[in-house]
Structures are given as C-alpha cells and as structure tokens.
T-cell receptor, first 115, second 109 residues
Framework: NAGVTQTPKFRVLKTGQSMTLLCAQDMNHEYMYWYRQDPGMGLRLIHYSVGEGTTAKGEVPDGYNVSRLKKQNFLLGLESAAPSQTSVYFC??????????????FGEGSRLTVL | GQNIDQPTEMTATEGAIVQINCTYQTSGFNGLFWYQQHAGEAPTFLSYNVLDGLEEKGRFSSFLSRSKGYSYLLLKELQMKDSASYLCAPMDSNYQLIWGAGTKLIIKP
C-alpha cells in the first residue's frame, strides 16, 4: 500500500533553476493538493485539482505551476526558483470533497532548499 | 477572513490528560479535522467532527461547538509517543481545509 508518494524527498536548487516535484497516488482519488509548510505557519495551499485534466489556484500560487495529465499523478513545477520557495512541500489526496471521507492522505514531504 | 487560533506549545506529563483548544472563523463550515504531525513527518488523520458534541476514539476525543466556533482535542493517558504537533483544520464552504499553525505538545516523563 504505497498511498501517496512524492519524489524527490530532498533537493537543493540555486536561484533561478527550475524543477518539478512529482506526486503519485494509487488510491484512485479524484482530488489532489499541493501544500507548503513553513515554520510557525499552517499548511498553505498552492494549487489543487478536482480531477484529471483540471487544476485550480490555491492561497499561494505565484511562482508555481501544476499539471494533472493522469488521474494518479499531480506535478508541481517551479520555473525559476527563489529563496522564498525554500520550504517543505506536501502532496495530499482525498476521495471526496466533504464529510468524513474528506480525509486527506499526505505524502512524506519534499524538502526543498533554494540558495 | 478566515482564521484559526491554537496555542503554540503545550507541555504535559506522561500518563496525564491534556486538552488542546482551537477557535476558528471560516467562510462557511463543513466539518473540522484534527491531524497529528510528528517532527519531520507528514500529518496523519486523527478525527473529524461535523455535528456538535464529543467524538471518542480510544485515548483521543474531539469536541465541537459550531455556534462558538470552537473545538478541542482531548488526549488521555499520555504516552511519550504523543509528543507531536496537533493541527486543527476546519473545512470551509468550498470544502477546502483551513490549517492552523498547530500546537506543539511536549510530553515529559
């Protein structure tokens, strides 16, 4: 039972470099999310998807792009990394939007440092 | 605006009981989640409340008062492994979870 898998787990980038974080889930969930978590702050939603081929902006979308070409995968891209994007990134998925089955399942996190 | 308020840090003794409070203001309300997050790990689901009252699940219980915009997580018979951050997350009218910064719980022997 892999659940939600994120790759890579760790990455160090230089300012201006680009990279893509991959999230894969094997639970056939419709909804997928990318969050960032910074010290002293709650999880902040970057982008999300309500199904294959759809994406939407969250609370802090600037500097990030996403794609959901396949239902099981949700990619987060940084086109030109900035030190302010140093953070821990979590991918999450859920089966339905509401109710007790609205529980989010999280990946292990990807720790990104931008120098 | 949307706002979640939890204590930043709490300390308790092994074997004791602790209550972690959460007050919230959201645009609409579709239930409230509590998650546990150990340092360096991902959040994991603890409880979900949508109606007023207490939900009990083993050593953990969660309470909700919708009229007061208030919830608490009650942890009984504390164990060292309960040292973690506890995240309160109400769900707004768009079914998005709004996350508090979390309460870091330190358990002492």
């Amino acid at each position: 039972n892999a659940g939600v898998t994120q790759t890579p787990k760790f990455r160090v980038l230089k300012t201006g470099q680009s990279m893509t974080l991959l999230c894969a889930q094997d639970m056939n969930h419709e909804y997928m999310y990318w969050y960032r978590q910074d010290p002293g702050m709650g999880l902040r939603l970057i982008h999300y998807s309500v199904g294959e081929g759809t994406t939407a902006k969250g609370e802090v979308p600037d500097g990030y792009n996403v794609s959901r070409l396949k239902k099981q995968n949700f990619l987060l891209g940084l086109e030109s990394a900035a030190p302010s994007q140093t953070s821990v990134y979590f991918c999450a998925s859920r089966e339905l939007a509401g109710g007790p089955t609205g529980e989010l399942f999280f990946g292990e996190g990807s720790r990104l440092t931008v120098l | 605006g949307q706002n979640i308020d939890q204590p930043t840090e709490m300390t308790a003794t092994e074997g004791a009981i602790v209550q972690i409070n959460c007050t919230y203001q959201t645009s609409g309300f579709n239930g409230l989640f509590w998650y546990q997050q150990h340092a360096g790990e991902a959040p994991t689901f603890l409880s979900y409340n949508v109606l007023d009252g207490l939900e009990e699940k083993g050593r953990f219980s969660s309470f909700l008062s919708r009229s007061k915009g208030y919830s608490y997580l009650l942890l009984k018979e504390l164990q060292m492994k309960d040292s973690a951050s506890y995240l309160c997350a109400p769900m707004d009218s768009n079914y998005q979870l709004i996350w508090g910064a979390g309460t870091k719980l330190i358990i002492k022997p």
